[in-house]
């Protein structure tokens, strides 16, 4: 690792290099596309980012769970500059090459259950989950789609129609594709009945709806991501999966687990299913997968996969050789460093300290995630009202702390915490030291 691993601020976060590049960004790049946190990166490695004046930063983010197993883990970097010396594209629908299948039978071998599978490799989220929606569709011959509350499924037309925030994913780009319904969300902290059966309530719901508005024999797939992300890390309690994998089992439905963000393990497990022993009949992957190169994939039942007729899936670059190269590296860093065990460990780290938070301040309403993937929502004290302009100012604060941390959330009060699995105890308790500081300087206490 060449990156020293140690926070350091030489000039304001941003500096004036950053500064000048957010300059040319506003001149030539379209401000739809937003930036966080505009410190510009030059280098990154470990659990530090290091930008263009020099400031290392702790990162809490991993470019939005991506660098799982840290920025140019070496594994990753071995694999890549090998592959890219030798070829960078033939496409794997003209003339094929084996990463593409040396990736698929890790996906077969790495995802929850032991049935026969097989993998569809394509470069985003969004991309997968359009297919596995596709594969769902064709192989019952259905077509609606049951997707959550809170869900977040990607920005195409198709999948901008799955997730459910308006503001700023669905905002304006309607109209949206069509035969997909919503249905509560099993969201311990905000059910509205009874606290204690919130897995069989929101069951109850999620059956009662899809009789009454879908039929159903008229359901191709219920989608959902085991825990949610952009929704904020809702975690759905112990019972709530198995009883929509057990009903897809029952009606001839699809059950997809969009593992986009909790997979390849984030949580302490190689897929968030794995928890409950869940096993959905199609899987999507993406962030975590490849160490940061755009890969993404479908994986599932191998009938279902091969219900679609061929030629019916793909794409030009899909399976790029490269990123194949660096899915490879990726998975050999997570055996090789037992990297479920470290998102265990960090999960520990997490729970003492945000509870330590918590005690001091009534703002922090509830404590969830799992694994590496770990999340505080913040409420205005004695109520669960949220409390979106503290959870934004106490972010800007540790910004400009030299830490790097992401919000989420429907109602944006949600801190989100996704740090690389290669950072030290070290940094993870400065990152933690440099969050209790802005609560307290943010809250003047
Ligand atoms: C990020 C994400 C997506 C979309 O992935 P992209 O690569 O951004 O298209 C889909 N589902 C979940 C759960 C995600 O977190």
Redesign the pocket.
Known sequence: MTVEQRRALVTAVPGPKSLELAARKAASVANGVGTILPAYIVEAGGGIVVDADGNQLIDFGSG?AVTTVGNAAPAVVRRVTEAVQRFTHTCFMVNPYEGYVEVAEQLAELTPGDHPKKSALFN????A?ENAIKIARVATGRSAVVCFDHA????TNL?MALTAKDMPYKHGFGPFASDIYRVPMAYPYRWPGDPDAVAEEAFAQFESLVHVQVGEDQVAAVII?PIQ??GGFIVPPEGFLPRLAQWCRDNGAVFIA?E??SGFCRTGDWFACDHEGVVPDLITT??GIAGGLPL?AVTGRAELMDAVHAGGLGGTYGGNPVACAAALGAIEEMRSNDLNARAREIEAIFRTRLGQLAARHPQIGDIRGRGAMMAVELVLPGTKQPDAALTGAVAKACHAKGLVVLTAGSFGNVFRFLPPLSISDELLHEGLDLIDDAFAEVLHD
Do not use: L, P
């Open positions: 939005i985003s989220g969004a991309e989950v977040y499924h990607g920005r999948t991501e992300g952009e969009d986009i963000q993406a962030k993404a």
